[in-house]
């Protein structure tokens, strides 16, 4: 299904702001209130933050890039410069990638322990696979 950039930079407000609302919605909660529920807020904003990454991924425009834009007018300048082409696999890239990818693991098994089905972990993965791809390029290239 392709959908036109204009209808995904719309979702990805959207998402942005349904994130806000979780924020605002937890940062409201009281301490006392039931773990599950704090879990359960959390949960949803890192779901919300999760899909908003997917897609800028996909090609939609970060929402934060587009306010600041609006706002700057013709003083805009991107957020950030592209990271040079030698330095997407370098050692320090390379031994982040893995550190993000032990610290999936490790949450993951941490989460399993407690019995915390949809935490932290699925955040950390997601992570993880997109340092993965920065260093070593999309799954299965080097099979080619």
Request: hydrophobic share 45%.
């Amino acid at each position: 299904m392709n959908v036109p950039n204009e209808e995904l930079d719309r979702w990805a407000r959207e998402v942005r702001q349904v994130r806000a609302w979780l924020t605002n919605i937890s940062d409201r909660l009281p301490a006392t209130a039931p773990e599950e529920m704090l879990q359960m807020a959390l949960q949803a904003r890192t779901k919300a933050h999760d899909m908003l990454r997917a897609m800028i991924r996909a090609g939609a425009e970060d929402p934060m890039e587009a306010d600041r834009r609006e706002r700057l007018g013709e003083s805009y300048q991107p957020a950030a410069a592209p990271v040079p082409i030698e330095l997407l696999s370098s050692p320090a890239a390379r031994e982040y990638a893995a550190a993000i990818r032990a610290a999936a693991v490790a949450c993951r098994k941490m989460e399993a322990e407690r019995g915390i089905g949809d935490g932290y972990a699925e955040h950390l993965e997601d992570v993880a696979r997109a340092a993965e791809f920065e260093v070593y390029g999309p799954a299965g290239l080097g099979e080619q």
